[in-house]
């Protein structure tokens, strides 16, 4: 949490409903206020989860 630009208080969570619970303030939103589960979002996160490789990237020898 900030005020102006001092970090106030620093959560950590495993999720944002982790964070937003810790926090208790906002939880119901959770992945929500960040936008998670928009489909724009959902869709650039499984693209960027993709391994891509052929066979020029191998190393065989």
């Known amino acids: 949490v900030y005020k102006d630009t ?10 944002p409903k982790a964070v937003w619970e810790s926090i208790r303030i906002l ?5 929500t206020l960040f936008g998670l589960d ?3 979002m959902l869709n650039a996160i499984q693209k960027a989860n993709h391994i891509i490789c052929n066979h020029n990237d191998w190393n065989n020898a």
């Open 6 to 15: 001092e970090i106030l208080i620093y959560y950590e969570g495993d999720s």
């Open 27 to 31: 939880k119901k939103y959770g992945d």
């Open 38 to 40: 928009h489909p724009q």
